[in-house]
């Protein structure tokens, strides 16, 4: 079935590194990704899209790569600031106009040392 | 703009009671997701509804209901709580499925906590 996966874990880096959290998907025929950090205590946050059409996408501090050949999905944060520790989940859409099926990974830890 | 809000922000039952959870998309958003998310485990979809009508619902039995509102605000209905109910419950909303692609865009969650 359709899995969405995190090859890391946790994560934890320097105050001002940069960080690159993973996450495979499965189906191929996924359309629409999503990235959210989810701090504790609240609901996951919207970071950033990408469009499967889309192999790089650019937003404040963050951008996110799309390798389609081996369905590959990465998230990299500039200059990472303690701020920024969180859950990171990766969500993917199987197919187009099923907005309601995203499917997300259990998540990675970042944790930033000051 | 305000974001996705729901309440109450904690919630304790007992076993066999039920439990009614609420959410306020935002504004111009008419579709409203559910998900459990428990201890350990990542989101798991729970109910979808666009326009008033439920289009969707996860692997969850019918216990879980729910219902969305004319002003596209949404509750949730857990009947019959079992322990295993203990988790945090999230509301997203979104622009309509035919807007192309949107984001889901989540409120804080309601702690439900079955003693």
């Known amino acids: 079935g359709e899995s969405v996966g995190l090859h890391l874990p946790t994560l934890s880096v320097q105050e001002g590194d940069n960080s690159i959290i993973n996450c495979a998907y499965s189906n191929s025929a996924s359309d629409y990704f999503i990235w959210y950090k989810q701090e504790s205590g609240k609901g996951p946050q919207f970071i950033i899209d990408i469009r499967s059409n889309m192999d790089k996408r650019q937003g404040q501090r963050v951008t996110v790569l799309l390798n389609k050949t081996v369905k590959h999905l990465s998230l990299q944060i500039a200059a990472t600031q303690p701020g920024d520790s969180a859950v990171y989940f990766c969500a993917e859409r199987p197919h187009r106009g099923s907005n309601y099926k995203l499917t997300f990974g259990k998540g990675t830890l970042l944790t930033v040392n000051p | ?115």
């Open chain 2, 1 to 115: 703009e305000a974001g996705v809000t729901q309440s109450p922000t904690h919630l304790i039952k007992t076993r066999g009671q039920q439990a009614t959870l609420r959410c306020s998309p935002i504004s111009g958003h008419t579709s409203v997701y559910w998900y459990q998310q428990a201890l350990g485990l990542g989101l798991q979809f729970l109910l979808w509804y666009d326009e008033g009508e439920e289009r969707n619902r996860g692997n969850f039995p019918p216990r879980f209901s729910g219902r969305q509102f004319p002003n596209y605000s949404s509750e949730l209905n857990v009947n019959a709580l079992e322990l295993e109910d203990s988790a945090l419950y999230l509301c997203a909303s979104s622009r309509g499925t035919g807007s192309g692609n949107q984001p889901q865009h989540f409120g804080d969650g309601t702690r439900l906590s079955i003693l």
